[in-house]
């Protein structure tokens, strides 16, 4: 078992930053893979970053350039620094993690940008 808790979302204006954390607790060296995703109002939740066992990331088009994910050694905490935010990162942000049987979920984190 893994259990995922986010924290770090708010209100930022537009052009601002805002740091995701997430706690990675239980079961965590079975993970392979951990990523943070999205749900805009009405939309379908999406892949925002993700990072590998091997550390290797990826990123959606739109966040490129804007958006790091990372963790620590420990790989007690994940990540997700956000700059230069617009409007459309508006959502419930998500942290994931997957093991060769198993996907886990927090319960997520809001993050608005107003314009």
């Known amino acids: 078992q893994v259990q995922l808790v986010e924290s770090g979302g708010g209100l930022v204006q537009s052009g601002g930053s805002l740091r995701l954390s997430c706690a990675v607790s239980?079961?965590?060296?079975?993970?392979?893979?951990m990523g943070w995703y999205r749900q805009a109002p009405g939309k379908q939740r999406e892949l925002v970053a993700s990072i590998t066992s091997a550390d290797t990331t990826n990123y959606v088009d739109s966040v490129k350039g804007r958006f790091t994910i990372s963790r620590d050694n420990t790989k007690n905490w994940l990540y997700l620094q956000m700059n230069s935010l617009k409007p459309e990162d508006t959502g419930v942000y998500y942290c994931?993690?997957?093991?060769?049987?198993?996907?886990?979920w927090g319960k997520g984190t809001l993050v608005t940008v107003s314009s």
């Open positions: 994931n993690a997957n093991t060769f049987t198993m996907n886990y």
């Open positions: 239980g079961s965590r060296f079975s993970i392979r893979l």
